[in-house]
């Protein structure tokens, strides 16, 4: 059943909005015109994913940054894979990184839920 969930309007190119699809939660993103909704919770730690970064296909979690793709929800990338600068950092701080991106990696990240998604004159729909 395909139900209008917001406005073409609503989202700027590259954002993302909180939704809901009946009972469930979706963030909505848009990708340079073509609209996603993907389930909200990160796949590792249950962070809004409406609250990360949308590039391209590719949506960072705010809280430990694992990736996802927007059009079928697969993980691209584990948590705390980040880069810090070129400089290094103190020999207190890598360790403590290093111990809690070793603590994250052996918690499970399971991809999201995706639903599809049309738009119709102003108004995307999402079929639930």
């Not at 609503?10 to 009946?22: N, P, Q, R, T």
């Not at 730690?45 to 409406?50: E, K, S, T, V």
């Not at 590039?55 to 894979?81: E, I, K, M, N, S």
């Not at 890598?94 to 738009?119: F, Y």
Request: glycine letters at 10%; proline letters at 5%.
């Amino acid at each position: 059943m395909w139900t209008e969930v917001a406005k073409v309007g609503d989202i700027a190119a590259g954002g993302l909005k909180f939704v809901k699809l009946g009972g469930a939660q979706a963030a909505l993103a848009n990708c340079d015109g073509t609209f996603f909704a993907v389930g909200r919770r990160c796949g590792h730690m249950n962070a809004p994913l409406d609250q990360g970064t949308l590039a391209g296909f590719v949506l960072t979690c705010p809280l430990h940054y694992a990736q996802f793709d927007v059009r079928d929800g697969t993980v691209l990338a584990y948590p705390l894979d980040r880069y810090f600068g070129a400089e290094p950092l103190p020999a207190a701080a890598r360790h403590v990184l290093d111990v809690e991106q070793r603590l994250q990696r052996k918690i499970r990240v399971d991809g999201l839920a995706t639903w599809p998604v049309r738009v119709t004159g102003e108004s995307i729909e999402v079929d639930l």
